[in-house]
């Protein structure tokens, strides 16, 4: 059986997708804690799902139907778990919002064309990592972040740029940009000690210092 180069990126990136959502949901369920993890980023990132699923169907792109459909379940679940744990609720209308941008460019494509829902679908991943990103540099405890999801999100990155450069797909590139960008900004902040992160956001008087942990 002979594989395409783009088919064998494809399927890595199917497979990592589905991975990369599992870390988070897990830390999520084993610990009973959500302190640094915003809900409204995996609200966004469960709404763009739906919406790259969609997107590939209407492209008949499988390798982009497949890595947006099988990250789905880890996504909600996380999203349902963070909610649940008393997750970070800031920016809840940011989802809702979003789901309305994303409707409307769809209902505009015979008027604008795809190129705006094609710019917006690549953007999406500003959406998950944005407000993951403001929300664990505003906490003093990220001990619910699991670094292991973000690290293989610019993993997952790569190869979907790669797929976009082999099936000239720009939605790919500029998610593959933006994706990269964000985690490493997560990551960052996973790495800076407690003591260094409480120079730069000082620690209410009400927050037990001791008990602040970096991340797993």
């Keep these: 059986m002979n594989l395409s180069l783009a088919t ?3 399927l890595a990136g199917t497979l990592l997708a589905f991975a990369y959502t599992v870390p988070q949901m897990r ?5 009973g804690s959500a302190a640094g993890v915003s809900v409204a980023a995996l609200a966004n990132s469960t709404v763009s799902g739906i919406a790259w699923t969609v997107f590939g169907v209407v492209e008949h792109e499988l390798w982009v139907i497949l ?3 099988l990250a789905l379940p880890g996504t909600a679940g996380a ?6 744990r008393g997750g970070n609720r800031d920016r809840l209308w940011l989802p809702v919002v979003w789901a309305g941008v994303i409707a409307t460019l769809t209902a505009l494509v015979p008027v604008l064309g795809s190129r705006p829902i094609i710019v917006a679908l690549g953007c999406s991943i500003t959406l998950m990592v ?4 403001v929300t664990a540099w505003r906490s003093h405890d990220v001990s619910a972040i699991a670094a292991s999801a973000w690290a293989m999100l610019i993993v997952d990155a790569m190869l979907a740029g790669a797929y976009g450069l082999l099936a000239d797909i720009d939605a790919n590139l500029i998610y ?3 994706a990269t960008s964000g985690a490493a900004l997560i990551l960052a902040r996973l790495a800076v000690p407690p003591h260094v992160h409480a120079r ?3 620690i209410p008087d009400d927050v037990d210092r001791d ?5 797993a």
């Design 8 to 10: 064998v990126v494809g």
């Design 27 to 31: 830390k999520l369920a084993r610990s």
């Design 67 to 69: 890595p947006a459909l």
């Design 79 to 84: 999203l349902v778990l963070a909610w649940r």
């Design 130 to 133: 944005a407000p993951a990103a």
């Design 176 to 178: 593959a940009l933006v």
């Design 200 to 202: 730069i956001v000082p």
């Design 211 to 215: 008990g602040l942990s970096l991340a």
